[in-house]
């Protein structure tokens, strides 16, 4: 299920200071950049006429500072102020800025304000997992065993049957790789090899060759290569 991601603004007199944010911004999978402006009173229309989530906010502006247009604004968007100037940061808190990056800040120190937002303003999800198990048919005609899609490490096709391997044991199913695999669907499991669907919350590394599951080293076949990096890629900070 997808969230909603915050919209951004990038207010800075200053070029490479937006350079800078707008690259940040695009390593953040929550975020999203809408504008970007070298004038206070610009950034203003922008704000009285468009929904946005977050300000990254320059202080020492012309025409108007970040400090007169976050007074003008308060209450309308949230702030991050960005400068230079470290006497400005008591200032800042009184407006209630959600943080304050002192120039130059790097990519960690703005994960953290902006990961502020997010956990308290972010729109929370309910979602009740209606389909989170399966039942698997075990030995003789009947026989079925219920297991938690969450415990699935990885499944394993084995000719005519099926290991499914969950955190604690390994059960063995008389089915086809292809019709599990159709089954878990493709949010949370990648297929990386012929014989192997994995669980992505399980992988504990990767290199070119294999992936790491279960503390044992999985191959990775050179058809499922791609799609399997670029489903890595999208979780990547």
């Not at 299920?1 to 350079?19: F, G, N, Y």
């Not at 303003?121 to 209606?130: F, L, R």
């Not at 065993?145 to 415990?151: M, P, W």
């Amino acid at each position: 299920m997808s969230t909603k991601k915050l919209t951004c603004l990038i207010v800075d007199d200053e070029p490479p200071a937006i350079r800078l944010l707008e690259n940040y911004i695009s390593k953040v999978s929550f975020l999203e950049k809408v504008g970007s402006t070298t004038s206070a009173l610009e950034a203003l229309q922008i704000i009285e006429s468009q929904s946005i989530d977050l300000v990254f906010l320059d202080i020492q502006m012309p025409e108007l500072s970040g400090i007169q247009l976050s007074k003008i604004i308060k209450g309308k968007t949230e702030i991050i102020f960005t400068t230079a100037y470290p006497q400005f940061a008591i200032e800042s808190y009184d407006l209630n800025a959600v943080d304050y990056l002192l120039k130059p800040f790097e990519f960690e120190r703005f994960y953290e304000a902006v990961l502020k937002l997010k956990e308290t303003t972010a729109p929370k999800e309910i979602h009740i997992d209606t389909d989170s198990f399966l039942f698997v048919k075990t030995d003789g005609k009947n026989n079925y065993e219920k297991i938690y899609r969450n415990e699935i490490c990885y499944i394993e096709g084995l000719k005519n049957y099926v290991a499914v391997h969950l955190l604690d044991k390994m059960i063995i199913t008389y089915n086809t790789i292809k019709h599990i695999e159709e089954s878990l669907g493709n949010e949370h499991f990648v297929k990386i090899h012929k014989s192997y669907v994995i669980a992505i919350k399980h992988i504990i590394k990767t290199d070119s060759l294999s992936v790491y599951v279960k503390e044992k080293a999985l191959p990775i076949g050179d058809t499922y290569k791609k799609n399997f990096f670029e489903k890595i890629e999208s979780y990547k900070l």
